[in-house]
């Protein structure tokens, strides 16, 4: 069983845990990993893009002029694709771009992005931050201290932990989220992760 040392805000070590190998010490499953990444991204889209096809756009009701006899090309509306003003061909309409992922699979994405951490030695385990009110000069203080401030860091927190959210929430490099709020995506789009102990202890809870 894997263990990692934890630290305090000042960067020293406090203490040691033995990490759970079910969470923590799997062979990642990339394929796994990207389908959900893929998916969470998706969801994010809005897919609000829409263009009018010619049966949508107003007017062109009358034949533009009679069918033989004028020289011209023979037309049926002025709103056909051809016209300018007509309607578009193949644009995009509104629609949605999600599409689902198995439960177990999001969690073998989030033990496998937990497991690579580790072994990449991009994971962190903070005792608890205890900021007494929200203050982002001490949120800044604590990454100085664990040598995290010129690096792309993501910190998961408790869900109730509000005054520590407060404090990170404008610091440029860190993304702060709750460890109900936690996914693959959050957890791999970073050079470091950042778990409280009661994060740990809850990310474990729910994917053991």
Do not use: C
Not at 52 to 80: D, F, L, N, Y
């Amino acid at each position: 069983m894997a263990t990692i040392d934890i630290k305090d805000v000042a960067g020293k070590t406090v203490k040691s845990v033995e990490l759970n190998d079910a969470v923590f010490g799997i062979e990642p499953n990339i394929h796994v990993m990207h389908t959900v990444v893929r998916a969470y991204r998706a969801g994010l889209r809005q897919g609000t893009a829409n263009t009018k096809t010619r049966g949508e756009v107003r007017g062109g009701g009358k034949k533009p002029w009679r069918q033989k006899g004028t020289g011209r090309a023979r037309q049926g509306s002025i709103r056909s694709p051809q016209w300018v003003g007509g309607g578009t061909v193949f644009g995009p309409h509104t629609r949605s771009y999600a599409f689902r992922v198995n439960r177990k699979e999001v969690k073998l994405a989030m033990r496998s992005a937990l497991s690579a951490k580790l072994a990449d030695e991009q994971l962190t385990v903070v005792d608890q931050f205890a900021f007494e009110a929200p203050r982002t000069k001490d949120a800044k203080a604590s990454m100085e201290a664990l040598g995290f401030d010129k690096v792309r860091a993501t910190v998961v927190i408790a869900d109730d932990d509000v005054n520590t959210f407060l404090s990170f929430r404008n610091l440029e490099n860190v993304n702060i989220i709750p460890v109900s709020a936690a996914n693959t995506y959050e957890l791999v789009d970073n050079k470091q992760l950042v778990l409280t102990v009661a994060a740990l202890e809850r990310l474990e809870e729910v994917l053991a």
